[in-house]
């Protein structure tokens, strides 16, 4: 197999699940250099760095009509957990840095996002909505198990009674069952855990710092057991590789305790499809080119095709099967639900000390 030729050595790229490192588009080219002396040296494995940016605002906005919010909340960019088919690579572009290496192992940490947060909302014009946090890159990724961003930001929205849905791969999200709990019982809080296959060997090799679907499974237990519903997303499924195993995730995801499930076909935007098609080429060599073909048979020919209604599912044949099979399956694991929508009702402004309070504030 020949390397790309950006490919690091794997001693130096363990338990990550990019190959190479290439420039992003908004940065300059790298090339090793030889120091002029004469002696071998062995380069350090990358570490993952975080950096820390201090944001004026937090809240994202969108209008894509293939979503179903408009606002978002990412305490972190980039993500350690380091699946290499991750949509949100490309973000790392605007950095200066890479979508391959750098996107998993060079993080920044938004320090103070909950106070911002709580300004945000404090405004006269803001009308409460569902907050998506964790749209990106994980809130649970396991730089928070110190930082706790996530934490700080579910207390200013518990205590704002604000709704919230979390998109994750974290099983740290138990921690704070505390807080989701009283939440869930107002209707305030959905999770979404994401999970693309039960092979705890390929989940290594593709999410190779995510915790197993076994033990994700088990926290969409905890979860649901503390009253917090859970939808699990079998996302993305990816053509020749995981789409055997649509039946037995949903039929897991049921016995978990999960109320809901969605699902969204391999996306490959910019930089990721040249990364995942790397990845391939290592890790399964022998079905590298049936997946890209059916990649290409759902995007008209193309690694991606971005339009919108198009770029979630795909299209044809193949498309339209893997969606046939997943309703039958999601019917008949009692999964085809539609959820009742999170309440807005409840949301009361944060205050401050020195605001005045209402007269009818009871509570």
């Not at 910019?270 to 759902?298: K, N």
Request: hydrophobic share 40%; glycine share 6%; aromatic share 6%.
């Amino acid at each position: 197999m020949t390397q790309p030729p950006d490919a690091i050595d794997p001693a130096r790229r363990r338990a990550r699940g990019a190959v190479s490192n290439a420039p992003g588009r908004f940065d300059l080219a790298r090339e090793a250099v030889d120091d002029g002396w004469d002696r071998e040296e062995d380069l350090p494995p990358f570490r993952t760095e975080v950096s820390v940016e201090h944001p004026r605002r937090v809240i994202t906005r969108n209008t894509s009509p293939d979503l179903s919010f408009d606002r978002a909340i990412n305490p972190y960019r980039g993500c350690e957990h380091g699946c290499v088919y991750c949509f949100a690579r490309p973000t790392h572009a605007y950095l200066g840095l890479s979508a391959g290496l750098d996107f998993e192992t060079r993080l920044v940490a938004k320090d103070g996002a909950a106070e911002v947060l709580e300004a945000e909302l404090r405004k006269p014009s803001y009308r409460a909505d569902v907050l998506a946090l964790g749209t990106a890159t994980d809130p649970y990724q396991p730089e928070e198990r110190d930082r706790r961003l996530t934490r700080e930001v579910l207390k200013v929205l518990a205590r704002a009674r604000h709704p919230v849905a979390i998109v994750t791969k974290g099983t740290l999200i138990e921690r704070d069952i505390d807080l989701l709990g009283p939440m869930a019982a107002e209707g305030l809080v959905r999770v979404g855990m994401s999970i693309t296959t039960l092979d705890a060997r390929l989940a290594r090799a593709m999410e190779p710092r995510c915790p197993t679907p076994a033990r994700r499974l088990a926290a969409v237990q905890r979860l649901s057991e503390a009253g917090v519903p859970v939808r699990v997303m079998t996302s993305p499924i990816v053509p020749g590789l995981t789409d055997h195993e649509v039946e037995a995730l949903l039929a897991a995801a049921a016995k978990a305790g999960a109320v809901g499930a969605s699902w969204v076909m391999l996306r490959l935007p910019r930089e990721v499809s040249p990364l995942f098609r790397e990845w391939l080429e290592e890790h399964v060599p022998d079905r590298a080119a049936r997946v890209m073909a059916r990649v290409r048979e759902m995007h008209g020919g193309q690694d991606y095709d971005a339009r919108w209604g198009h770029r979630l599912r795909g299209e044809g044949h193949y498309a339209q099967m893997i969606a046939a099979r997943w309703r039958r399956a999601a019917r008949a694991n009692g999964l085809d639900i539609r959820l009742p929508p999170l309440r807005t009702d409840l949301f009361r402004r944060p205050e401050r000390a020195g605001d005045q309070l209402s007269l009818f504030d009871v509570g």
